[in-house]
């Protein structure tokens, strides 16, 4: 879901920290479209991936694998 501050076009990616949100995602996945995006910084084609989303206006569920 979009704020109404958050500019027409762009993701809003929301990190995940623990194992449980996985577990709401999955749920939530039954009512409505989930992505999940798991993305390594350090990763030219993972960095590629997060700019082609930062143009569609979605919620992303944003996993950090390079921490």
Do not use: W
Not at 6 to 16: E, I, K, M, Q
Not at 42 to 60: D, F, K, M, Q, W
């Amino acid at each position: 879901m979009q704020k109404p501050n958050d500019a027409p076009g762009t993701a809003r990616f929301v990190p995940l920290h623990a194992g449980g949100a996985v577990g709401s995602l999955f749920e939530r996945s039954h009512h409505e479209p989930v992505i999940l995006f798991q993305h390594d910084p350090y990763c030219p084609i993972s960095n590629r991936a997060h700019r082609e989303l930062t143009r569609v206006p979605i919620e992303v569920a944003l996993v950090d694998v390079g921490a």
